[in-house]
Structures are given as C-alpha cells and as structure tokens.
C-alpha cells in the first residue's frame, strides 16, 4: 500500500516519513524540547502548554518569558519535522483552499491566545537539527504567498495542482524540482530567521 499522494514534490525523499509515523517517535514533542532548550540556555523562562491548557492555548505549545529582556511573554507554536541526511526541510502548517485563495489564515485559526512566534524545527536521522524563529506575521506571509505562486503553476501534463494540506518547504536553494523553484523565494526569507532567538530580547 502506497500512502504518499499523486504529486511526489509534495513528499520529497529527504523527508522521513516511517519517523514520523514511528508510534516510538512524538516528532511533536521532540521538537518542543528542542525549542524549549534552546530558549533555556539563552535565559528564558519557559512553560509546555499541555493538555490542561488547550482550550485557550490552542494555537501554541510553549509560553516563554525572559525577566531581564522582556516585558511580556511570548506564545510559541512549535512545527517539526525528521529529515533523513541533513535537517533541510521545515514543516510549516496545514494548507486549505480557503487558505490559498485569501479566504482563510494559516496560523492561529482556533479560538483562544493566539501564538507570536512560530519555531519551525528540522531534525535529521544523524541527529543534527535546525530551528527557524519566525513572527507569525512573517510566517503567513511567506509562506502563504510562496504556496500561491507554487499552486498557480499548473502540473506538466496542464493539470491544476490539488492543495495538499501538510505544508513543507525545502531549505535547499541548489534544488532544480518545480516545487522548490517556486518556493525559492520563500525559503530564502525563511533561511534569515535561522536561530533568530536574539530578536526576542530586545
């Protein structure tokens, strides 16, 4: 049984899909770790927004605060993905029609707080990874129009692309697939908000 979709641009080889099926693996909660320890070691104060806090929280998995640097918290939505080799590919988000016409958003849909940040994590089977530290606002906005522009262009055969919901960008600019092509500009963006931490603390 085959269950990647028709347009294989849109599960690329390097992104390891048995590791994120892998019931041994919570690539959710492996990447908020990550996130969190990278906010720890630079002095923040963090909390896992768990189970008990969905209903209000909905739209993040980490609140984080730092008492000399800020003065206020921070909501963070935490999106992650396993790549096989190298940590070059992010998963940003869930894409709709809605979302592509400018009908919907694709962040902080849900009722309740709404996150400030997105942290978009790749980690690799070598156990190497990378983090993004993307304003939400930012965030929709490349990723939204890097889709459309994907999403404009018809396949080979003249057929129009269907939306696939699960979003993923690659990190790799030397990468000649259509799909890439059309979000090179995206990913260029993207790639200035690489362990962008520090523009929290000021």
């Not at 979000?183 to 362990?195: G, V």
Request: proline fraction near 3%.
């Amino acid at each position: 049984m085959n269950d990647l979709p028709d347009d294989g641009d849109d599960y690329p080889n390097d992104i390891d899909m048995a590791a994120q099926k892998s019931p041994n693996r919570d690539i959710g909660r492996i990447g908020e770790n990550i996130v969190a320890n990278e906010f720890l070691w630079r002095g923040f104060l963090v909390t896992h927004l768990d189970k008990g806090t969905r209903g209000v929280s909905a739209n993040a998995d980490l609140l984080v605060m730092h008492r000399n640097k800020r003065e206020h918290p921070l909501l963070i939505q935490v999106k992650a993905c396993f790549a096989k080799a190298e940590p070059n590919w992010i998963f940003v988000g869930n894409l709709t029609d809605e979302i592509i016409s400018g009908n919907d958003k694709m962040f902080n849909r849900k009722d309740g707080f709404h996150a400030d940040i997105l942290a978009a994590v790749s980690i690799s089977n070598t156990k190497k990874y990378r983090v993004f530290i993307i304003p939400v606002g930012d965030a929709e906005r490349i990723i939204v129009e890097g889709f459309k522009k994907y999403y404009k262009s018809n396949k080979k055969d003249g057929e129009a692309r269907k939306v696939f919901a699960l979003a993923r960008i690659s990190l790799d600019l030397k990468s000649k697939s259509g799909k890439d092509s059309a979000l090179h500009e995206a990913s260029r963006q993207l790639l200035e908000y690489e362990d962008a931490f520090d523009a929290l603390t000021v």
